[in-house]
């Protein structure tokens, strides 16, 4: 694929004013804001996700499922482990590092929340404020029977099949699986900041497959309130969206921030 062309002037222009005059901004990523870290993206990628079944006869989402791991738990921390190993020795790149930024800016934009879909742990290593892993991080696994919990760098470690070193049990990353419930700390947390309310409301990076992930976009948009996304590819959002930048998001949000401090 050809590099994403660099964002028009004219537009990061515009996107700067409405970030310099918002008060409250949320920002929803997903797996094309770590793409420039090196990690794959879920969608249309080769590699582990590359056709329709796994070497196990199943899809990557039955693979990655609950289910699956309560029944065949070896099926879903093979791919887990696969997932640790494409994220490893990955560091943050521009746009987490400019969102990082925003976030613990103390003067407008004045609140930053970043509400990611991302497992990597990037946004948290590049050191964002109010930060809302809606689908946990790979880094933090737990145990399935005990309150054993600990953070680990990377799976090097880790066997095939992970056990409590107090009570033998199975581990888990504390990651959502699909068919799993959202976790309910973070899921609260959200609906809380949309309580809130925002008056800008990005969308980088991310295909926007979820309700949850499309939600904020339509209360905005039915509030008459400004929405961005920063993407080089169409997604369901695309239509419905005022300004639309297709482009990467490390060098789209590099070059807003820079027009930011120029004006600021
Ligand atoms: P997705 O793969 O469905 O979509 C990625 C989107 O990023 C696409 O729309 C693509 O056009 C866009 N993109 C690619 N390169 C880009 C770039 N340089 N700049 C901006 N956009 C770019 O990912 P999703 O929407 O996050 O949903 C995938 C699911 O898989 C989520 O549940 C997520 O938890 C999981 N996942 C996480 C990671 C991660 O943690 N890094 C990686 C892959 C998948
Ligand atoms: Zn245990």
Redesign the pocket.
């Known amino acids: 694929m050809n590099a994403?062309s660099p964002p028009s002037p004219a537009l990061v222009q515009r996107v700067a004013a409405l970030v310099a005059d918002a008060r409250r901004i949320l920002c929803v990523t997903?797996?094309?804001?770590?793409?420039?870290s090196g990690?794959?993206?879920?969608?249309?990628?080769g590699g582990i996700y590359d056709g329709e079944n796994t070497g196990d006869g199943m899809t990557i989402e039955e693979a990655l499922s609950g289910p699956v791991f309560r029944r065949r738990p070896e099926i879903t921390w093979r791919y887990l482990l696969e997932?640790e190993r494409a994220?490893r020795g990955a560091v943050p790149n521009a746009?987490h590092e400019v969102l990082a930024r925003w976030s613990n800016c103390t003067r407008p934009p004045a609140e930053v929340w970043v509400l990611t879909?991302?497992?990597?742990g990037?946004h948290s290593a590049a050191g964002s404020q109010n930060l809302i892993e809606i689908?946990g991080d790979l880094h933090r696994l737990r145990c399935t029977s005990c309150p054993w919990r600990a953070r680990v760098q990377n799976y090097e470690q880790l066997s095939a099949l992970p056990c409590c070193v107090d009570c033998g049990a199975l581990l888990r990353p504390e990651v959502v699986l699909f068919e799993e419930m959202l976790p309910e700390s973070p899921t609260q947390q959200l609906q809380a900041q949309l309580t809130l309310g925002f008056d800008l409301v990005f969308s980088?990076?991310?295909?926007?497959?979820?309700p949850y992930?499309v939600q904020p976009v339509v209360m905005a948009k039915h509030q008459g309130l400004p929405t961005v996304e920063?993407?080089?590819?169409e997604?369901t959002i695309s239509s419905l969206v005022d300004l639309r930048l297709a482009?990467?998001?490390?060098a789209t949000l590099r070059a807003i921030d820079q027009a930011l401090s120029e004006e600021g």
């Open positions: 994403p997903g797996a094309g804001v770590s793409a420039e990690l794959p993206t879920y969608r249309g990628v997932i994220c746009a879909q991302n497992v990597d990037l689908h980088i990076g991310t295909s926007s497959q979820f992930i920063i993407n080089p590819h997604t482009c990467s998001a490390g």
